[in-house]
């Protein structure tokens, strides 16, 4: 079975440029969820969809927003990149919400704003 | 919000050792998950802990929870160079997949 899968892998932009990274979830999970990962700050969460509704949100300026499509695939877009974005994105997916089922997360994108 | 809080956050053991690290939680959590991560790599599954007094062992690594004390441990028995890695514990509550990680710690296994 493929794992989670996320593209691009590196990125680099230029402060004030928008950016839109892309998550493809393991085959039948239908929850996928967004994390951001920096030295300083550690892993925080984005915001999960499941069934192309956004369920939860965290601490984040509306410059981060997501969606997901019907075949359970999601995107987060950052617009008006700042350098403090910089950071490694990782998306999990896992097979439902409330349930004891585990995350599992993608390689990451490792985005670089200069 | 969930608050959880991990120690160390580095630790450099010699092989053969055994050590623990601790993740303590503020408030009640559903579950709590370990995780690892290499340098340059993505996040991988290690332990789901479901329940008060739930154990679980993989080869070397042991995790336990502890609810009412919130605190979970991840016990490394004999450790050896390839479990060098940073380790995550995380929190979830029940409104979903939302995961408040701790800070990690860092594992050095020297010979």
């Known amino acids: 079975k493929a794992g989670v899968t996320q593209t691009p892998r590196y990125l680099i932009k230029t402060r004030g440029q928008q950016v839109t990274l892309s998550c493809s979830p393991i085959s039948g999970h239908r929850s996928v969820s967004w994390y951001q990962q920096t030295p300083g700050q550690g892993l925080q969460f984005l915001f999960e969809y499941f069934s192309e509704t956004q369920r939860n949100k965290g601490n984040f300026p509306g410059r981060f927003s997501g969606r997901q499509f019907s075949n359970s695939r999601s995107e987060m877009n950052v617009s008006t990149l700042e350098l403090g974005d910089s950071a490694l994105y990782l998306c999990a997916s896992s097979f439902l919400i409330w349930t004891l089922n585990e995350q599992f997360f993608g390689p990451g994108t490792r985005l670089t704003v200069l | 919000e969930l608050k959880v809080e991990q120690n160390p956050l580095f630790l450099s053991m010699q092989e053969g050792k055994n050590y623990t690290i601790y993740c303590n939680y503020s408030t009640t959590s559903d579950r709590l998950y370990w995780y690892r991560q290499d340098p340059g790599k993505s996040l991988e599954s290690l332990f789901v802990?479901?329940?008060?007094?739930a154990v679980k062992q993989e080869g070397r690594l042991m995790a336990s929870l502890d609810t009412k004390a919130r605190l979970s441990t991840l016990h490394i028995t004999a450790a050896v160079h390839d479990l060098s890695a940073t380790y995550f514990c995380?929190?979830?509550?029940?409104?979903?997949?939302?995961?408040?990680f701790g800070t990690g710690t860092s594992l050095t296994v020297i010979p």
């Open positions: 995380a929190g979830s509550k029940d409104t979903g997949n939302q995961f408040y």
């Open positions: 802990l479901l329940s008060n007094g």
